[in-house]
């Protein structure tokens, strides 16, 4: 290892760090798989390795010692991991890591409080510590190993034993309460990562802020190890940026962005057989939106958005339709990432798993579970790219853990300089645009049943008699006047098995001027006539639609023809109750 880097590298020098981590990188993660045969813990231990060599470099007194020194550090982490989970260790009281007598959640506490009291040590102390108390050392194979007197190994031992050991006693006191410890000056770096990390509590955050804000070299600090921390998050994925954080660098991504355009893949399964639907898409700010696709039911379409109005051109039928984007429609349509992102950890937990690669391009993995009561959970993972933070890729899977959808950008361009003509739609000659009747389009509302009949004016219909999830929304059509929009989910699947959808004003969830085939239904106890169309795509096989008394009704979903003509006939209205 040339000395002139590791002496810029111990002078703050990022680009000699760079250089350095990445020369022994591949070092230290082959010596941690070979101790641990764990690719998860092999990380973490490298991920811990660099942080101490990094905050205590400087401390290094013989360059030529550096490889020696890294590999000491990273093998006594991996003994920590080891064996951390041990409730005895030499030199502390067993009595104070008995966890019997402790709820689950204080004995799990104490362990990351003896795991933090560890790491709060000095380093010269803590390698002392695990060499001897975790890895097995006697005190003489210390002092050979690190050079040094016997009495020193000694002190340095008892030193670290005895303030570990008064950590544990004053945890034991008040175990709910993260301790307000008087720091060292070399433990500054160490709240430094807790804090960046996201693991210290919320009393010792607001408290370590305060104090931050009036202590500019704590500042200073800070900015370097978080320079450090993101190099490593995206050498290994292992140490993630806060929800602050990343809000933030969508928000400037957004900011900067002036357009983009991909081609996205949505593949539904069904028993695992994939469909799927490519659509060509393009972006400029403020507001002009514009896809290209095939949805196979319509044949060739081109919709476009822009200052507020929806065209959609369908090629083979030579038809184009109109709308009116409401104004929250437009706001909201303008590809809010955080709003997505909000959208999607709704009701659910979510975690970072780290850094991967998709077609060459380094993303952000991120999971979103869902509890489903008595059956497990559901999860979306979702890849973000990491220059940009736009989605890559989500896939949903049902409480089964089977890939039922999957959203994929195959390509991604941006700041292409987009022309406004690309958002003007050229149509043939003798093709107009009918204004008469254009409706606007609204974003669907959730609302409950007793909302949706003073509304109507009339009870609605629900499908009753099965353990259905149902969610009820409202999608305004006209002023006033809009259509009741019902998902029936079988618990644990992701995608709705039914939707539903009944109001006095035609809507427009259907495929417009798709060849229907007339059939017979019974509704209300009543015979009907409605049309019925196959889909096949996205998990739509047919949708139905009927009219009666003035109101208009459709139905589709996964199910088979024969089984969604009886949909009708269950139908029934119920007067809801007040917590529908």
Request: hydrophobic residues 35%.
């Amino acid at each position: 290892m040339k000395k002139d880097l590791i002496g810029r590298a111990r002078q703050g020098d990022l680009d000699a760090w760079e250089v350095l981590i990445r020369e022994i990188y591949p070092h230290a993660s082959k010596q941690a798989f070979c101790l641990l045969r764990d690719k998860d813990l092999a990380q973490d231990a490298v991920q811990n390795t660099m942080l101490k060599v990094f905050n205590n470099l400087s401390g290094l007194k013989d360059e030529v010692a550096f490889t020696g020194w890294w590999r000491r550090i990273l093998t006594n982490e991996v003994y920590l991991l080891l064996r951390f989970s041990s409730r005895v260790m030499p030199g502390i009281s067993p009595e104070l890591l008995t966890t019997g007598e402790l709820s689950v959640e204080d004995a799990v506490t104490l362990k990351l409080e003896m795991g933090q009291a560890i790491k709060r040590l000095p380093l010269e102390q803590q390698q002392i510590l695990l060499d001897i108390d975790l890895r097995g050392l006697n005190l003489q194979e210390a002092a050979e190993e690190y050079n040094l007197p016997l009495g020193t190994v000694k002190s340095r031992l008892f030193r670290a034993r005895a303030r570990l050991q008064e950590t544990l006693k004053d945890y034991r006191k008040k175990p709910k309460e993260r301790l307000d410890m008087t720091l060292e000056s070399s433990d500054i770096k160490d709240r430094i990562c807790d804090y960046l990390e996201g693991t210290m509590e919320a009393a010792a955050r607001n408290s370590f802020e305060q104090e931050l804000s009036q202590n500019p070299a704590w500042q200073e600090e800070m900015k370097k190890q978080k320079d450090f921390l993101t190099f490593l998050h995206s050498l290994t994925g292992k140490i993630t940026l806060s929800v602050a954080e990343i809000k933030d660098k969508v928000q400037a991504v957004i900011e900067k962005t002036e357009d983009y355009e991909e081609i996205v893949d949505a593949t539904f399964f069904e028993q695992g057989k994939p469909t799927t639907m490519t659509s060509h898409i393009w972006f400029k700010k403020p507001d002009c939106y514009r896809t290209d696709g095939d949805s196979g039911v319509t044949g060739p379409i081109t919709v476009i958005m822009k200052d507020g109005v929806m065209l959609s051109w369908l090629a083979d039928k030579r038809q184009v339709s109109k709308l009116i984007l409401s104004q929250e429609y437009r706001e909201r349509g303008n590809f809010n990432f955080p709003d997505s992102l909000k959208a999607m950890v709704e009701n659910k937990s979510s975690r970072i798993l780290g850094t991967e690669y998709l077609q060459g391009r380094p993303v952000l993995h991120v999971q979103f579970s869902e509890k489903v009561p008595g059956l497990g959970e559901m999860n979306t993972h979702h890849w973000m790219d990491k220059e940009t933070w736009m989605p890559i890729r989500t896939e949903y899977y049902n409480v089964k853990g089977e890939l039922v959808n999957r959203r994929e950008v195959r390509e991604l361009r941006l700041n292409q300089g987009l022309p406004d003509s690309l958002f003007e739609l050229d149509l043939p000659e003798g093709v107009t645009i009918e204004e008469e009747n254009t409706q606007v389009l609204n974003l669907p509302q959730d609302i409950i049943l007793t909302e949706a009949a003073e509304r109507f004016d009339q009870v609605p219909y629900i499908l009753e008699g099965q353990n259905y999830k149902i969610k009820h929304q409202w999608i305004e059509v006209k002023e006033g006047k809009g259509a009741l929009l019902s998902m029936y989910f079988v618990l644990g699947e992701q995608n709705p098995l039914l939707i539903v959808t009944q109001g006095p004003v035609p809507h427009t969830n259907l495929p417009p001027n798709a060849s229907q085939e007339p059939v017979e239904l019974e509704f209300d106890g009543r015979k009907a006539t409605g049309g019925l169309i196959k889909i096949d795509l996205a998990g739509v096989k047919y949708m139905l639609d009927w009219q009666d008394n003035g109101y208009y009704y459709s139905c589709g979903g996964q199910l088979e023809k024969d089984e969604l003509l009886k949909i009708p006939g269950k139908l029934t209205r119920v007067l809801p109750r007040l917590s529908e």
